[in-house]
């Protein structure tokens, strides 16, 4: 039987292939390294890769890395891969955080409205969309063991020493864009802080051998 890799939105092709890993400072590639060993040993042992992305609020940071990171390893054709995002309390996905999504070529919907709704976010025509809603980190939606969890944000990575079931805690903090609600740059600093997010994401998956 003949397999295709499957395709992403075209647009979302289009703004990788723009990226510019090149410009990731040796110091940052430092702090990247231990979840690209992660991710190639389990693709080394033929293992499935479990990614838990963590901020305070899973509100913006830890969705958006949830998001790329998950798109990258379809970019690559790296099997296998399952992203999550949580936080040390629930709160909502950011408005914001979906429309900067949807103006990279994400489709989103809207699965439910409310004070945490919940969203459809699909980067492929024939893939699984990401179910995107604020959550807790050990909610049942996200994995209890064999994963790496990924600290987004420098106050949950000082908030949570511990993550139960995680195989590896790694810190890879972002500025957080929430300090630029409700100004003229908003849009702009989203945006600038989901593409360092896709070329470190980007940078992370080109290095693996599969």
Known sequence: MITTQPTLFLEIENLIKNL??????D?????????????QAKVSNDQEIRINFICTHNSRR???SQVWAQTMANYFNIKNVFCYSGGTEATALFPMVAETLKNSGFEIKTLSEGKNPVYSIKYAENEHPIIGFSKK??????????FAAIMTCSQADGGCPFIAGAEKRIPITFEDPKAFDNTPQQAEKYNERSLQ?????????SQINS
Do not use: M, V
Request: aromatic content about 12%; cysteine-free.
């Open 137 to 146: 980190l050990d909610d049942g939606f996200n994995p209890k063991s064999k």
């Open 27 to 39: 110091d940052r590639k430092e702090i990247l390294k231990p979840l690209t060993e992660f991710i």
């Open 197 to 205: 997010i896709a070329t470190e994401l980007f940078y992370i998956f």
């Open 20 to 25: 510019k890993p090149e410009s990731i400072s």
């Open 62 to 64: 830890s969705h958006l």
